[in-house]
Structures are given as structure tokens and as C-alpha cells.
């Protein structure tokens, strides 16, 4: 039986007064107990989980709140953070993420969101493209040169040629060598 | 004999009670709720904003949360053997029971600053801890022998990425690296070798950036 906020009525008859009056402390006790620790226990009223619904708009803040609230972009939630004044919400969370330990090819996010990819490029060959996953528009990428242990070649690359999710690796000459990358994109 | 506490009682009133006999039973109730609500939260009674949010504390749970469509979960979870210790970290957990993660990783505690490296570091989600600062590298002229970069804390069990920026805009070779054989599985120090063979400075300075897994 659901929460009934309109009971008990002034000529209620007192039965039924105490049926609705113990639906509505039991609709409470079990309405509390999602996302807080329950009424019963000695740590009542914090939080287990945020587990947060959709929200169809935006909130409002005035100039001593922040809000976090789950926003659906392109049909995924994400958490967004809007500061205070209702200044412009920034979204927290991204779905791009792959940070398995050992990968040699990983990306995760910042705020923004922003994808962050970071890994290392075995061996590639003077003008290989590079197409980065998740495909995003990238803001900045930079390569250095891995694995020398002497300074006795010229093998300083550099990217060039970026353009959406790749871009082309450019050695001072054709030497072969490893190349770590860190790439940002939007 | 002590008093039992005072606490929240689903179950009443019962049919033959009386309001009478009841009204104590409601008073605790209505004060129970009362002060569970206060927790984390802007007061029932409070003038404005009752029903928000003051501040989240999050108690530690057993396993990951069950996460339907159109839903996002923030919780805590114990992390172990992450940067050598055991502790409570955020966890999310995105639409359709997808695979949580740990939303922070590593929490900020020192800094390593010398004459000749600055050293900062943050976190992406995932478990990568992201350090980032300058180094002056004092290469000799004519040797092989290379600039180590410590990593500080010393936690990396794998170096994803990095990245070098020369800050002289006469010298503007990023430098060689190769990653120095780890101890106990993890990596504190990368190698630095000079890349410009056609003028050789002394000194040279570079903006860096290491991604680690932790």
C-alpha cells in the first residue's frame, strides 16, 4: 500500500485510522531504506548508493548550492555537476573507458567530458596513421620516443596530420622505433 | 538494566490500540524519522530547502549495485592492495548492471619537489594515476649516461604513456626514454637520454606527463 500523506481525516472512524497510520509508517520504513542505511539502524539516514534517476532538465542552484544529477546525453546517463547560480553544467562521467592493467592501449575521461588515450605503438613505420577508439575530435597528442637507450640515432617523432580520431606519425628518419602517445580529444 | 534505545517502529499502531496508548509510539516514530533524515540531509523542519542534500556519506558495501536503464550508481567499495594499501573508494556503475569501475582512484597525499624536479600527480577514473611536472636534466656531452625521472608515490604497476615537452625553445628535442627495470613489480624511474645530437646544451628542461595503472 502506498504512502498516503492525507490520513488520518477528522471523522475517520479509528480502525481504519490505524490501518492507514501503520501503511504509511511501513510505506516510510521501506521508501527510506533505498539508497539509505534503514531507520532501524544505528547508521540511519546515510547513504548506501546514489542510484539516480534521469532528470528531464536541468536543476537550479542559488548562490550557496552545487548540484549532482544524472542527465541522459544522446540516450546514456551521465552525472553532471552544476555549480552554484545555476552556472553551465558540467558533465562528470563519460562511457569511454578501458583501463585494464598491461593494456597497451587505454582511455579513460575527464570532465568535460574529455577522452584521455594513453599507450604505446609497437614498431610503427615513418608515416603510419594512427586511429584512435573511441572515435572523438582530437585536441592534442604527443608522442615520445620509447625503449632508446642511447642517444646514438635521430629517432624524435612527432605527430602531424591530425585530423578527428587519428593522426600521423612522422620520425626524423626512418628508423623504427616504439612510440608512446597521449592523446586528448573531445 | 538500561533503557533500550528509542527506535523506528513500522508495526504500529496495532488494531486494538488506542490513540491514547499510541501516542508515545508515534512520538518516537516521528522523531526517529526525524533524525535519520537528518543525516546528510536539510532538516524536516528546517524554513527552506528541507529535503536536500547537506552532505553524502557513503558507507562501505559488500559488492557492486544492481543499475537498471536510464540509471547511474555512486557507491563505496573497498579497494585492496591499491598503492600498498586497503581502502574505501568511490565506485560507479553505469546503465544495465555494465561493468563498475572505480570513479577515484588514489587519493592525493605528497608531493615531490627538488632543485631539479617538480612532481604532481592526480587521477583519471579507471585506476590511472596521472603524474605530471618539469625536470632539468644535466646531460653530459658525449656520454650515453641517461636522467632518471623518479615517479613518486612509487605505485605504478604498469606506465601506460608518456609524454615530453621541452621548455627551452633552443633545444625543443623531447629526449628518449626507456622505462628502468621495475622493483617488486613496480615502476619508479624512467631513463631520460638526450636526443639532440647536433648541439648538445648542458642543461635542458622538460614539461612531462606519465599515465600509470596503479
Known amino acids: 500500500m502506498s504512502y498516503n500523506p492525507n490520513i488520518p481525516q477528522a471523522n475517520d472512524p479509528r480502525p481504519q485510522s490505524q490501518y492507514q497510520i501503520k501503511a504509511n509508517y511501513q510505506a516510510i520504513n521501506t521508501v527510506f531504506a533505498n539508497n539509505h542505511e534503514p531507520l532501524t539502524s544505528n547508521n540511519q539516514g546515510m547513504h548506501d548508493v546514489l542510484l539516480m534517476r534521469p532528470q528531464g532538465s536541468d536543476p537550479t542552484t542559488n548562490s550557496a548550492q552545487i548540484a549532482l544529477y544524472n542527465k541522459l546525453v544522446t540516450g546514456i546517463p551521465a552525472l553532471f555537476f552544476m555549480a552554484a547560480n545555476s552556472a553551465t553544467p558540467i558533465q562528470l562521467t563519460s562511457p569511454n573507458i578501458s583501463t585494464a592493467a598491461n593494456q597497451a592501449q587505454q582511455f579513460s575521461f575527464v570532465a568535460g567530458p574529455f577522452v584521455v588515450y594513453g599507450g604505446i605503438i609497437k614498431n610503427p613505420a615513418n608515416g603510419d596513421t594512427v586511429t584512435l577508439s573511441p572515435s572523438t575530435t582530437l585536441k592534442y597528442v604527443g608522442l615520445t620516443s620509447a625503449n632508446v637507450t642511447a642517444n646514438s640515432n635521430l629517432v624524435t617523432s612527432a605527430a602531424t596530420s591530425i585530423s578527428g580520431s587519428s593522426f600521423t606519425i612522422n620520425f626524423q628518419n626512418a628508423t623504427k622505433i616504439d612510440i608512446y602517445y597521449l592523446a586528448i580529444g573531445q | ?214
Open chain 2, 1 to 214: 538494566m538500561s533503557t533500550p534505545e528509542p527506535q523506528y517502529n513500522p508495526n504500529i499502531p496495532n488494531p486494538k490500540d488506542i490513540f491514547a496508548d499510541s501516542q508515545g509510539d508515534f512520538l518516537t516514530n516521528f522523531q526517529e524519522l526525524y533524525n535519520a533524515f537528518s543525516q546528510n540531509h536539510v532538516a524536516l523542519d528546517a524554513l527552506s530547502s528541507a529535503g536536500n542534500h547537506t552532505i553524502i556519506q557513503l558507507l562501505e558495501q559488500g559488492g557492486d549495485f544492481q543499475t537498471d536503464a536510464g540509471e547511474i550508481s555512486v557507491y563505496t567499495k573497498k579497494v585492496t592492495n591499491q598503492a600498498k594499501q586497503t581502502s574505501d573508494q568511490i565506485f560507479l556503475r553505469y546503465q544495465g548492471n555494465q561493468t563498475a569501475f572505480q570513479f577515484i582512484p588514489y587519493q592525493i597525499y605528497g608531493l615531490n619537489q627538488n632543485s631539479t624536479q617538480s612532481q604532481f600527480f592526480t587521477f583519471l577514473p579507471g585506476g590511472i594515476l596521472f603524474y605530471f611536472g618539469t625536470i632539468t636534466c644535466r646531460f653530459t656531452t658525449g656520454s650515453t649516461k641517461p636522467v632518471p625521472l623518479k615517479l613518486t608515490p612509487a605505485i605504478a604497476k604498469y606506465i601506460t604513456t608518456m609524454n615530453f615537452c621541452a621548455i627551452d625553445p633552443t633545444s625543443n628535442s623531447p629526449p628518449y626514454v626507456s622505462l628502468q627495470t621495475p622493483m617488486n613489480g613496480i615502476y619508479d624511474t624512467i631513463n631520460i637520454f638526450n636526443s639532440s645530437l647536433i648541439s648538445i646544451p648542458s642543461t635542458q628542461i622538460f614539461y612531462y606527463v606519465v599515465l600509470a595503472n596503479i
